[in-house]
């Protein structure tokens, strides 16, 4: 009776701590450096929206608080101060929406929180470089600008190697693999 006991008493601790390992990880996993987004994500699958899942959109407020869970009822994690920041939406709950930003980290906003234009951030893993921004899509094209790590950047168009943006004053092409806001080889009109 007492060896069932402590193996019942083992085997709950060993699930807490597989339940609080997964949810602890949801809200700090990092990047390690390179992009979150899955390097060959496409939608897959259609949300309660009837939109793809993931996909990006942008802050539409220049504070936007982000919460614990998908209500009002839940604490606010963090507040994102820059209108235009692209996220991914990975999954949707009524008029919720949870985001991945460029780090990694993970939490809800209400969705008229978001807009669906296009933004991106400029390869945020490569912080304190610069990427050639190109007059075409092409890497013998001329150079418009060098664009700092972490730029933010409007995406006018994206053919699935190259998008053309603009940000800061600039507007030219740069190597879709270099932004974070669109998948790789997606095409954006």
């Given at each position: 009776?007492?060896?069932?006991?402590?193996?019942?008493?083992i085997?709950?601790?060993?699930?807490?701590?597989?339940?609080?390992?997964?949810?602890?990880?949801?809200?700090?996993?990092?990047?390690?450096?390179?992009?979150?987004?899955?390097?060959?994500a496409s939608?897959?699958?259609?949300?309660?929206?009837?939109?793809?899942?993931?996909?990006?959109?942008?802050?539409?407020?220049?504070?936007?608080?982000?919460?614990?869970?998908?209500?009002?009822?839940?604490?606010?994690?963090?507040?994102?101060?820059?209108?235009?920041?692209?996220?991914?939406?990975?999954?949707?709950?009524?008029?919720?929406?949870?985001?991945r930003?460029?780090?990694?980290?993970?939490?809800?906003?209400?969705?008229?929180?978001?807009?669906?234009?296009?933004?991106?951030?400029?390869?945020?893993?490569?912080?304190?470089?610069?990427?050639?921004?190109?007059?075409?899509?092409?890497?013998?094209?001329?150079?418009?600008?060098?664009?700092?790590?972490?730029?933010m950047?409007?995406?006018?168009?994206?053919?699935?190697?190259?998008?053309?943006?603009?940000?800061?004053?600039?507007?030219g092409?740069?190597?879709?693999?270099?932004?974070?806001?669109?998948?790789?080889?997606?095409?954006?009109?």
């Amino acid at each position: 009776m007492a060896i069932n006991r402590r193996i019942g008493s083992i085997l709950i601790s060993a699930a807490c701590l597989v339940v609080a390992g997964a949810v602890g990880w949801s809200f700090t996993a990092k990047s390690g450096g390179a992009p979150v987004a899955a390097a060959t994500a496409s939608p897959k699958s259609l949300g309660l929206s009837g939109l793809a899942i993931p996909r990006f959109v942008s802050l539409k407020a220049d504070k936007v608080n982000v919460r614990r869970g998908p209500s009002s009822d839940h604490g606010v994690a963090w507040v994102f101060q820059r209108k235009g920041m692209p996220v991914e939406i990975v999954a949707e709950s009524d008029n919720w929406r949870r985001i991945r930003d460029s780090d990694g980290e993970e939490g809800w906003i209400l969705q008229n929180m978001l807009a669906g234009k296009r933004t991106a951030s400029v390869a945020p893993w490569k912080m304190g470089e610069t990427l050639p921004l190109h007059s075409a899509a092409e890497k013998a094209s001329g150079l418009v600008a060098m664009m700092s790590a972490g730029v933010m950047a409007e995406v006018s168009t994206c053919s699935g190697e190259w998008c053309e943006i603009s940000a800061g004053g600039y507007e030219g092409w740069i190597e879709q693999t270099m932004l974070w806001g669109v998948y790789p080889g997606e095409v954006v009109e």
